[in-house]
C-alpha cells in the first residue's frame, strides 16, 4: 500500500487521475473516494489477522478459542478507524474509488 504518486501522470493504477483518463468518452458525474488511511489500515490488520487464524499450523481448537478474541479484536480495529475518520479528510489511501458516468453521444 503506497499513497498516489507519479501524479497526475500516473495513467497505470486505478488512481483518479488514471481513471479520469480511462474515462474520458464519458462524462463524470460524480466521484467518490470510498474509504481513508485508518480504514483502509483498518481492513488490512482484519484480513491479515483472519489469514493468520487459518493458518494449517494452528490447531483447529485453538481457532475455536481464539474466535471471540478475534471479533473483539475487530470490533476494535474497526471503532478505532471510525473515531480517527474525521482526522483524515482527504486521505491518499482510500479503499476504492466511484464514478458515477454518462456516455457522452
Do not use: W
Not at 490447531?59 to 474497526?78: D, G, K, S, Y
Amino acid at each position: 500500500l503506497y499513497p498516489f504518486h507519479g501524479a497526475p501522470e500516473d495513467y497505470y493504477r486505478f488512481t483518479t487521475f488514471a481513471m479520469r483518463e480511462h474515462l474520458k468518452d464519458y462524462e463524470i458525474i460524480n466521484q467518490i473516494q470510498l474509504g481513508n488511511y485508518f480504514e483502509t489500515q483498518s481492513v488490512l490488520k482484519n484480513i491479515f489477522l483472519e489469514e493468520k487464524l487459518k493458518s494449517r499450523k494452528i490447531l483447529r481448537l485453538l481457532r475455536l478459542l481464539m474466535f471471540p478474541l478475534l471479533i473483539a479484536v475487530f470490533t476494535l480495529n474497526n471503532f478505532i478507524a471510525l473515531c480517527l475518520k474525521k482526522v483524515d479528510k482527504n486521505s491518499i489511501f482510500p479503499m476504492g474509488l466511484l464514478f458515477i458516468c454518462k456516455k457522452i453521444n
